[in-house]
């Protein structure tokens, strides 16, 4: 007992100091943000837009899908320029321009080297000066950069309008006709594009970095790599090789001499416990994972494709009803949907054999209740998307009911709210089975950790209340990476790690003391990196050297447990031959396997590869994130879910016998077509942008000339081999669970939503 107390105090040290770097830095960035001025004028004195327009321009630009069309300061989409360089980039041509004629009465292009040498110097001194002043809370313009600001935000007003000369540019960005149909909405987005580059370019203070420590990378104002980006970067690679080092050495030298493995049952323990009918009733859940599985595939190829055709789908004008904007949010909305379904369910078939074998009182209503609940949430959210992106719906109703814009989090507030209410619905459904358990005398660690892991889940989704329609964007995204990084890549991790522990030592295939051990130290491992490692996210986000430094410090240990998943991965591979009745549930297992080796490669490898500072200032926002994020999304993610779900379906299905032949076409389908995705497009298109954003900048890596090359529509239409057997895989996997869940080609046909009493095999 003393060992886990031990592990105890470690995982609650780690969690106390942790969130109080993410809370005290936390404080540093509301400090730091880059102000949005109350006025910006010219240098007479005239208005040029306030603080009030600007933010209504952040929410013109939420209107439209926000981070799913495009980016900002490299946060969003892929397809479409990020606004941020293109504007800056844009705005700078201008004034060169105005410059040129000005000075020698001809265009920029037709000066002679010395003289744009001259007119660039200029041109640097202009903009990284910053004019704005703190006590009056005003920002001053001169006449050559309104002019500037004037002529860019003419070509975002028609682009993001009808204007037909801009027709070919918009299938290139793949955006809709007449995406932003009001004028005036269409002015105040300029105005909030025009902020977000002002913040990119302007010095905090003489001789300092800019508001977004450089970033982007553009030559022609000497925004490079900062000493600081450097520094940190190398620190981070140095950690990384240490902590790997310091777990090898601990894992030889401290972790004791391994006992002698249990002796499995000649049968199933679970199968001893009988279905109680709120485990009955998770059949419906597993049908909502697979039916958005299937959705969510089929709107990946759909967005891909749109990659290279733009507004259509092999010639059908699909961008009219079915944009790019809104096709990649529901793609990305379906995913958390059933990933989290899965999640839910797994802990919901769990509760029952925790209490004992029995459902606490009302359980199974409770579990009905939650499942309509979530399809009010999912059908409300994605109508709520679609009227927000066709501009049907009410400006003022947007944020509420409609598009948040912010990636991840895009659903309305409403339905946020609603699946908040659900989350915390299901922690009190989990709790009701847990509690009496932890009231029974004996070992409860490993309980103790499966509990605290639930509570998280259920309570840190609430952190995406603490910004609104109208936050400072440098504010929202250090709540949005809350929910995307801490909840999701920190406490599912824990909960994943606790319930797989509880699943296999309730089958007695690990002893229970091996299994609290493993999960308290893995625990620990993955909080210590994971929860000041959000910031990593926020190198360039109106964030300081600070923020960049516990991020590329602490997001370099989040690595390092990783490396030790070949062995996790064995042993799920190895425990389908402990016992003979381990083969029911063999394909289960290979999924785990499948998450261990995704969770090394996609969360571990291709994750390190885009994390150091100085790696992430030449690659946000381009395709390499993107690589990261299939493969630790889907990857761990994705698998872990999946395997939940035929778990969970091989035990309230008792009779079912998984078809050999549909799960390995499932399993390594589903393996070859994410890896033949990654490798073949997704990473050779990044690496490529890499070259180009590292030589030119990062404008020019996501410009309509170098993404519409040759070269890069190739490798694009290539992604569609690699889609393909995706889909193959996941049609695959789905046909194995709906034949399980209606009994096909069985005997007697079951009731979805209530299955009669089955005799345990």
Same mark, same amino acid.
């Given at each position: ?27 540093e960035v509301y400090r730091v943000a880059p102000p949005i001025p109350e006025q910006v004028l ?23 899908? $926000? ?7 490299? /946060? ?20 060169? %321009?105005?410059? +040129? ?69 918009? =299938? ?14 269409? %002015? ?69 001499? %391994? ?26 859940y597993l049908f909502i994972v697979i039916a958005l599985f299937v959705f969510q595939v089929f ?40 990933? +989290? ?114 509570? +998280? ?14 936050? /400072? ?58 929860? &000041? ?12 050297? &600070? ?24 042993? /799920? ?87 050999? =032949?549909l799960m390995r076409m499932a399993f390594w389908w589903l393996n070859g077509g994410l890896a ?7 990473? &050779? ?43 193959? $895989? ?14 096909? $080609?069985?005997?007697?046909?079951? %009731? ?10």
């Amino acid at each position: 007992m003393n060992k886990y107390y031990r592990l105890w105090w470690a995982l609650i040290a780690v969690l106390g100091v942790t969130f109080g770097i993410l809370g005290y830095f936390g404080k540093e960035v509301y400090r730091v943000a880059p102000p949005i001025p109350e006025q910006v004028l010219t240098q007479d004195g005239e208005l040029l837009m306030t603080r009030d327009s600007i933010l209504d321009g952040q929410t013109a630009w939420q209107s439209v899908g $926000g981070m799913q069309l495009g980016s900002i300061w490299g /946060h969003g989409a892929y397809q479409a320029p990020d606004w941020t360089a293109d504007w800056l980039h844009r705005e700078l041509l201008a004034w060169l %321009d105005l410059a +040129a004629q000005d000075e020698y009465d001809r265009p920029y292009a037709e000066l002679e080297p010395a003289q744009q040498n001259s007119l660039q110097f200029q041109l640097k001194q202009a903009y990284r000066q910053n004019s704005y002043d703190a006590d009056r809370d005003t920002l001053v313009l001169s006449a050559r950069r309104v002019k500037a600001i004037e002529n860019t935000a003419e070509y975002y007003h028609r682009l993001f309008g009808a204007a037909p000369e801009l027709q070919q540019t918009r =299938r290139s960005y793949a955006m809709k006709e007449d995406t932003l149909p009001s004028s005036e909405r269409r %002015d105040r987005l300029g105005e909030f594009f025009f902020w977000t580059a002002w913040a990119a370019a302007t010095e905090r203070a003489p001789g300092e970095a800019t508001y977004t420590n450089n970033w982007p990378h553009e030559p022609l104002i000497d925004n490079v790599p900062t000493a600081e980006n450097v520094v940190w970067s190398v620190v981070s690679v140095v950690l990384l090789i240490a902590g790997i080092g310091g777990l090898v050495w601990a894992w030889s030298f401290m972790r004791g001499k %391994d006992e002698a493995e249990p002796v499995p049952p000649h049968t199933d323990p679970l199968t001893t416990l009988a279905l109680t009918p709120s485990q009955k009733a998770l059949g419906k859940y597993l049908f909502i994972v697979i039916a958005l599985f299937v959705f969510q595939v089929f709107l990946g190829g759909f967005t891909a494709h749109y990659t290279v055709e733009g507004q259509a789908f092999y010639g059908i004008e699909t961008s009219k009803w079915f944009p790019y904007s809104l096709v990649r949010t529901w793609h990305i909305q379906s995913a958390l949907f059933w990933i +989290a379904t899965g999640f839910l369910a797994a802990g919901l078939f769990l509760a029952p054999i925790i209490n004992g074998g029995k459902d606490p009182r009302f359980q199974k209503l409770g579990v009905d209740i939650l499942f309509w609940a979530l399809v009010v949430v999912v059908a409300g959210s994605f109508l709520g998307n679609y009227f927000a992106i066709a501009q049907i719906m009410p400006a003022e109703w947007n944020f509420w009911l409609g598009h948040q814009g912010y990636e991840y989090v895009d659903l309305g507030r409403l339905w946020q709210i609603g699946k908040f209410t659900g989350i915390v619905f299901w922690l009190v459904l989990m709790l009701r089975g847990i509690v009496p358990a932890l009231r029974q005398p004996g070992d409860k660690h490993l309980l103790v950790l499966l509990t605290a892991s639930v509570i +998280a889940i259920g309570l840190f989704y609430g952190a995406g209340f603490f910004y609104g329609e109208r936050t /400072h964007i440098s504010i929202m995204e250090y709540w949005r990476w809350w929910i995307v990084h801490l909840w999701v890549e920190g406490f599912f991790e824990v909960f994943a790690t606790a319930a797989l522990a509880f699943i296999f030592c309730s089958m007695g295939l690990v002893s229970k003391r091996m299994a609290t051990i493993a999960s308290l130290a893995s625990a620990s491992l993955f909080m210590l990196g994971g929860v &000041p490692g959000t910031f990593h996210h926020l190198y360039f986000s109106g964030t300081t050297t &600070p923020v960049m430094a516990v991020g590329a410090t602490f997001s370099a240990l989040e690595v390092v447990p990783l490396i030790v998943l070949g062995h996790e991965a064995w042993e /799920h591979y190895r425990l389908q031959h402990r016992a003979d009745w381990m083969q029911k549930i063999k394909w289960p297992l290979m999924f785990f396997v499948a998450v261990a080796f995704w969770n090394m490669l996609g969360a571990g490898v291709l994750g390190f590869s885009i994390n150091p500072p100085i790696s992430l200032y030449y690659v946000q926002g381009l395709n390499t994130t993107a690589t990261h994020a299939h493969g630790a999304l889907f990857g761990v993610y994705g698998f872990l879910a999946l395997g939940f779900t035929l778990l969970i379906l091989r035990y309230i299905r008792p009779q079912l016998v998984f078809s050999e =032949r549909l799960m390995r076409m499932a399993f390594w389908w589903l393996n070859g077509g994410l890896a033949l995705m990654l490798f073949s497009s997704l990473l &050779p298109v990044g690496i490529i942008q890499f070259i180009a954003s590292a030589s030119e900048g990062l404008w020019y890596a996501r410009s309509e000339s170098f993404m519409q090359s040759d070269q890069l529509q190739t490798l694009r239409w290539v992604r569609t081999f690699g889609d393909v057997v995706f889909i193959v $895989g996941a049609l695959a996997v789905a046909w194995q669970v709906m034949k399980g869940l209606f009994n096909i $080609g069985g005997h007697a046909p079951l %009731d979805i939503i209530d299955t009669q009493s089955a005799n345990r095999t």
